[in-house]
């Protein structure tokens, strides 16, 4: 079982929808969790950081996180062409301060 | 917002030469430094932590002899690549912690490195 989980994708939404990205992760000790954007060939930016049970909301991006099923999603709503990219989620350890990432999931937003 | 700056951005080399990548902190000093390598398509993958001041801790399956960090200063972490093999070719990315988790972990540019 890999540590955290993502599908693939692509995940094709027209311009203007909400997109929904998944993410499981196995380590339950983990406390928190990152959602990175990227654009192909360049590295990833930090879109959002998130730690407690629930939602959090930063502009068009609501990230939540359910630690009792090791879930954390991440909503982009009002969806826009340039928002197509690699959504990474990932995991901090609970030791060592590393991240682990998943395999990230590609988001097409069509116009 | 801080900055990582990675050099070179791309670089071409010989199979059997080394290469060596740098990663400076701008803007805030970096106790830690993480490396990662990313093959097409795929995620980042951890390959070693690097502290200032002492050995670099590798991540299994990563050898230390082929991949050396360096981390001498707050300010400047590198990654050599030894004899380099085409199997070497893929995206290299550093990364560190600027400060509060909130603020999570920025990221060097990416240095794509091709073996020939």
């Known amino acids: 079982q890999k540590e955290v989980e993502q599908n693939s994708g692509p995940l094709s939404v027209p311009e203007g929808a909400i997109a929904s990205l998944n993410c499981t992760y196995s380590?339950?000790?983990?406390?928190?969790f990152f959602w990175y954007r990227q654009y192909s060939g360049k590295s990833p930016e930090l879109i959002m950081f998130?730690?407690?049970?629930g939602d959090k909301e930063d502009g068009r991006f609501t990230a939540q996180l359910n630690k009792a099923s090791q879930y954390v999603s991440l909503l982009i709503r009002d969806s826009q062409p340039s928002d197509s990219a690699t959504y990474l989620c990932a995991v901090m350890k609970e030791y060592g301060n590393k991240l682990v990432f998943g395999a990230g999931t590609i988001l097409r937003v069509k116009s | 917002g801080a900055v990582v700056s990675q050099h070179p951005s791309w670089v071409i080399c010989k199979s059997g030469t080394s290469v060596k990548i740098e990663c400076r902190s701008l803007d805030f000093q970096a106790t830690t430094m993480f490396w990662y390598r990313q093959f097409p398509k795929q995620s980042l993958m951890l390959m070693a932590t690097?502290?200032?001041?002492?050995?670099?801790?590798?991540e299994q399956g990563v050898e230390k002899d082929k991949f050396l960090i360096n981390h001498a200063s707050l300010t400047l972490s590198t990654l050599t690549v030894t004899s380099a093999h085409p199997e070497d070719s893929s995206f290299y990315i550093c990364?560190?912690?600027?400060?509060?988790?909130?603020?999570?972990?920025?990221f060097g540019s990416g240095t794509r490195l091709t073996v020939v």
């Open positions: 990364s560190a912690r600027v400060g509060h988790l909130k603020d999570g972990y920025t």
């Open positions: 380590d339950r000790g983990s406390q928190s």
């Open positions: 998130i730690y407690s049970n």
């Open positions: 690097s502290n200032e001041g002492s050995k670099a801790t590798y």
